[in-house]
C-alpha cells in the first residue's frame, strides 16, 4: 500500500467514524461526561460576579442563634428577620431556596408573610412533582402516564411574594451539568426560581423592557389590562414571563429586532446590560449549561447568623444591588442532603449546594455567561476536519514523527477549543477527538506501517533487555548504547514504600493468586509514580523504591515526588476497600539528596537502580512509620519548603546508625484540600511544650488531643516518651531530640 493510498484510506475514515459517533447521543454524553469535565478543570476557578451573594442557613448558624438543628424546624420570624436585615443591606432581589409548604404557628406564617411583603422583592421556591396514574382508553387496557405540576408555597406566603417558581435539579447518578429558565407543565411555560429573580432584578428598567418590547413588535404590551402596576404579585409576574416566552418562541427573530434597537444609542450601560440579558434568557433554550465559576464555596457566601447578629468590631453588610439567594449551605467538609455532584466535585466528594447552583444559574443568566455549546453544522466539520488530519498524518509518516505529530495535531485542536471555552464560554467537542479519533488514527496509521517499524524493533528489543524503566527503553530505540556508561550523578528525590501485614495476606493464598495480588498492587503504583514523572528503580518483595532526578536541587522534582507519594495514600486505600478483606496498609518514606542513578551490574546484566545516602535514609523514614503510627514521613530537606502541600512537623529525630538528626514532617495532603487544622494546631502546641520539657504540660494537651483523636500515632508516640521522662527516665541530650534505638 502506497503512502498516500494509506493516507487517503484512514484520514477520512477516522473523520467519518468520529463525524458519525459525535452525533448520535453516546458520543454527545461523552463529550458531557469527560469533554466538559476537562475544559473546566484546565480552565480553573474563575472570578463569580459580584452583584450575587449566598446566604447559608446551616448548622453553625443554628448552634449560634440557639436554634433546631434542622432548618425545616427555624421558627418562620426567624426568616422574618432575616428577610428585614437583607433589606436593609440594599439586597435587590431576595430568592429563597426553601420550600415553605406547610403552615407553621399562624401568628408566625402572618409575621413572615408580612416581612415578604413589606419587602416586595422575595423569590420563594416551588417544588416540581412528577405524578404517575393510568388512563384506561374505551375498554382497553390502560396505559401509563407521567404529568409534572408545581407545587406551590403556602397561599399566604405566595400571596406575599414578588414571585415564585421551581428550581428542578437531578439526583445521582447524574452530574448537574444544566439548568432550566422555564419548565412546561401541561403545555405552560413556568419560569423557574433563577429566571424570576432575573426579571425581578431588573424591575428598575421595566418602562424601558416594555417599550423595548413594544417596538420589537410585541403587540398586546400595550395593553394597559395586560400589565399590572408594579407586578406585586407572583402569579402575574409568572403568567407574564409566561407569554413573553411564548413570544420569543413563536417569532424566533424578536431576540434580533430587540438587540438591533438596544444597539442604538440613548441607552445607560446598566440598563443596556440588564435588557440584553433578559434578552438572551427569553429567547435561548430551556435547558441552559451550568458556567461554574469553580468547587463548593466559590459565590461569596455568608452565614445567616452574620446578618441576624450584627458585630460592632466589623463594618456593616453591604448588599447594595445584589440578589441574595438564601438556602440551606454546609461548608465544604459537611453532609448535607441538598448537595449535587457537579463538575468540580471529583475524588474528593465535595459536591456544591443546591442553593448556590441556583446562584450560579441566576449569575451566567445576568452576566450572559451560560455555556453555549457549538451547533451540529459546527461540531461535524470540526470532528471531520480533526479525524482527516489525524488519520493522514499517522498513515503518511514514520512512526517515530506520526505519534508525536499526531500529538502536537491532538494538542493544537484542545488548545484551541479550550480558548474558546475559557474566553468565549463556547463548548467545543473534545472527547470524541482526544479519546475516539486520536487513538483509532494513531492505530490505523501505524498497524498499516508494520513493516517499517519492523527495523526499529531489534533496537528497542535489545535495549528491553537491559533497562527496566519505560523512558529508558524509549531512549535507546534507536541506537544501540553501552549500558555499562549510563551512570550519573543526579539530585534525587527518593520515596521507599512497604506493605504492611504482607507476609500474614500471603500467607493464606497460593503462588498464584499471590502474584496477581501483587501485579495489581504495584500497577497502581508504578503507574502514580510514572505519571508524576518519576522512575521506579527497585522492587524488592512488597518494597518499592522511586526516584524523582534533577541536574541540580531543585523544588519541582521534590514537589512531584510528595504529590505522587499523597497519590498513592490515597489510592492504596481504595485499592484496601475493593480486595475482599486482603489489606495492604502502605508506609511511604521520603527524602532528598545526591545519589547515583544508572546500571549496576555486569556481563551483559543490569540492573537501573539508585545508590546514595538519601535512599537508605528514605527506607529508614519509612520504617519510622511503624514507631510513629504514620503513613507518609519526609524529611523537612524534602518538603519543609513546599507550599503545595500541608505537612505536619513532627520533631528532630536521629535515625539509627545517622549522626546527624534529621526534623521529620508528616504529609497530611494537599493545599487547598480539607484537613483537621485544629489538630495540627493542638500537635504543634504539644511538641512545643515536649521541646521546652515541660513533661506535665505536654502530657495534657496530648491527653486532650487522643480523646479527640484516638487513631493519632504521633500524640501517643510522643506520649508515651513523655510519661517515661516524667517517671524519671534521663531527659534527650538535646531538648526535644528523638534518639531511636531500633529500625
Known amino acids: 500500500m502506497r503512502r498516500w493510498t494509506r493516507a487517503w484510506t484512514i484520514g477520512p475514515g477516522t473523520a467519518v467514524l468520529g463525524m458519525l459517533l459525535a452525533g448520535t447521543p453516546v458520543g454527545l454524553g461523552l463529550d458531557e461526561r469527560f469533554g466538559l469535565g476537562w475544559l473546566f478543570l484546565m480552565r480553573g476557578p474563575i ?5 450575587v451573594v449566598v446566604v447559608s442557613l446551616d448548622a453553625q448558624s443554628a448552634r449560634r442563634l440557639g436554634l433546631p438543628e434542622r432548618i425545616e424546624d427555624w421558627p418562620r420570624t426567624v426568616h422574618a428577620r432575616l428577610i428585614e436585615r437583607l433589606v436593609e443591606a440594599g439586597a435587590s432581589v431576595i430568592a429563597f431556596d426553601v420550600f415553605f409548604q406547610d403552615a407553621r404557628d399562624g401568628a408566625q406564617d402572618r409575621i413572615f408573610a408580612d416581612a415578604i411583603a413589606a419587602a416586595g422583592q422575595v423569590v420563594l421556591f416551588d417544588e416540581l412533582r412528577r405524578q404517575r396514574g393510568l388512563v384506561d382508553g374505551s375498554g382497553s387496557m390502560a396505559a401509563m402516564f407521567e404529568t409534572e405540576r408545581v407545587v406551590h408555597p403556602l397561599p399566604i406566603l405566595a400571596e406575599a411574594a414578588a414571585g415564585h417558581g421551581p428550581f428542578p435539579l437531578p439526583r445521582e447518578p447524574r452530574r448537574v451539568d444544566q439548568f432550566w429558565t422555564f419548565v412546561t407543565t401541561a403545555e405552560v411555560p413556568v419560569p423557574t426560581l433563577p ?3 432575573l426579571q425581578r432584578h431588573a424591575m428598575a428598567t421595566f418602562p424601558q423592557w416594555l417599550e423595548l418590547l413594544r417596538e420589537g413588535g410585541v403587540a398586546w404590551i ?4 395586560e400589565m399590572p402596576q408594579g407586578l406585586r404579585s407572583g ?12 413570544e420569543f418562541l413563536e417569532d424566533p427573530r424578536l431576540a434580533e429586532r430587540l438587540r ?7 441607552w445607560q450601560l446598566r440598563a443596556k446590560a440588564l435588557l440584553a440579558a433578559l434578552i438572551d434568557a427569553y429567547h435561548s433554550p430551556d435547558s441552559r449549561y451550568l458556567n461554574f465559576y469553580g468547587g463548593a464555596g466559590r459565590i461569596r457566601t455568608v452565614s445567616s447568623h452574620q446578618v441576624l447578629t450584627a458585630d460592632p468590631a466589623s463594618p456593616p453588610l453591604d448588599l447594595a444591588g445584589r440578589v441574595v439567594f438564601v438556602g440551606l449551605s454546609e461548608p465544604l467538609n459537611v453532609e448535607s442532603p441538598d448537595k449535587f455532584m457537579t463538575v468540580f466535585g471529583g475524588s474528593d466528594g465535595i459536591d456544591i449546594n443546591g442553593v448556590e447552583i441556583a446562584a450560579t444559574a441566576f449569575a451566567n443568566l445576568l452576566g450572559r455567561r451560560t455555556l453555549t455549546p457549538a451547533g451540529p453544522l459546527p461540531i461535524l466539520l470540526l470532528v471531520g476536519a480533526f479525524g482527516l488530519a489525524v488519520g493522514m498524518t499517522a498513515a503518511s509518516w514514520p512512526a517515530l514523527v506520526a505519534i508525536p505529530a499526531s500529538l502536537a495535531l491532538a494538542a493544537l485542536y484542545y488548545a484551541g477549543a479550550q480558548h474558546a471555552f475559557s474566553a468565549h464560554a463556547l463548548w467545543l467537542p473534545v472527547a470524541v477527538p482526544i479519546l475516539i479519533q486520536l487513538p483509532l488514527g494513531l492505530f490505523g496509521g501505524l498497524l498499516a506501517q508494520y513493516r517499517e517499524a519492523r527495523r526499529a524493533r531489534s533496537n528497542i528489543s535489545r535495549a528491553m533487555r537491559y533497562y527496566l524503566p519505560e523512558k529508558v527503553a524509549t531512549g535507546l530505540a534507536e541506537a544501540p548504547l553501552d549500558p555499562g556508561k549510563l551512570t550519573e550523578r543526579v539530585y534525587a528525590a527518593c520515596m521507599v ?10 500467607e493464606d493464598m497460593s503462588p498464584e493468586e499471590v502474584s496477581g495480588f501483587l501485579n495489581e498492587y504495584f500497577e497502581i503504583l508504578f503507574g502514580i509514580v510514572e505519571r508524576h514523572g518519576g522512575i521506579v528503580t527497585d522492587v524488592v518483595g512488597d518494597g518499592m523504591t522511586s526516584v524523582w532526578t534533577a541536574a541540580q536541587p531543585e523544588p519541582g522534582c521534590r514537589l512531584r515526588a510528595c504529590l505522587a507519594a499523597l497519590e498513592i495514600d490515597r489510592a492504596v486505600g481504595e485499592f484496601n476497600r475493593r480486595s475482599d478483606g486482603r489489606r495492604l496498609p502502605t508506609r511511604i518514606g521520603l527524602h532528598a539528596g545526591q545519589a547515583m542513578v544508572g546500571n549496576v551490574g555486569g556481563s551483559g546484566r543490569f540492573a537501573y537502580s539508585v545508590m546514595g545516602d538519601s535512599v537508605n535514609t528514605a527506607a529508614r523514614i519509612e520504617s519510622l512509620n511503624k514507631q510513629l503510627g504514620t503513613h507518609l514521613l519526609a524529611t523537612e530537606t524534602m518538603a519543609g519548603d513546599l507550599s503545595e502541600v500541608v505537612v505536619r512537623p513532627l520533631g528532630r529525630f536521629q535515625l539509627v546508625g545517622k549522626r546527624e538528626a534529621l526534623p521529620m514532617l508528616e504529609i497530611v495532603g494537599r493545599r487547598g484540600e480539607a484537613c483537621d487544622q485544629r489538630l495540627l494546631a493542638e500537635f504543634a502546641a ?6 521546652r520539657q515541660d513533661w506535665a504540660r505536654t502530657g495534657e494537651l496530648l491527653e486532650q488531643i487522643l480523646l479527640r483523636s484516638p487513631w493519632d500515632g504521633p500524640s501517643r508516640f510522643y506520649l508515651e516518651e513523655c510519661r517515661g521522662y516524667a ?10 531530640l528523638i534518639s531511636l534505638k531500633r529500625k
Open 195 to 197: 429566571m424570576i429573580a
Open 222 to 225: 400595550g395593553e394597559r389590562s
Open 47 to 51: 472570578a463569580p460576579p459580584e452583584e
Open 235 to 246: 402569579a402575574e409576574l409568572s403568567r407574564l414571563m409566561a407569554r413573553l416566552r411564548g
Open 497 to 506: 514504600t512497604d506493605a504492611e501485614r504482607f507476609t500474614s495476606v500471603a
Open 260 to 266: 438591533d434597537r438596544l444597539g442604538g444609542s440613548g
Open 727 to 736: 517517671r524519671g527516665a534521663a531527659p534527650p541530650v538535646e531538648p526535644g
Open 686 to 691: 504539644a511538641l512545643g511544650a515536649f521541646q
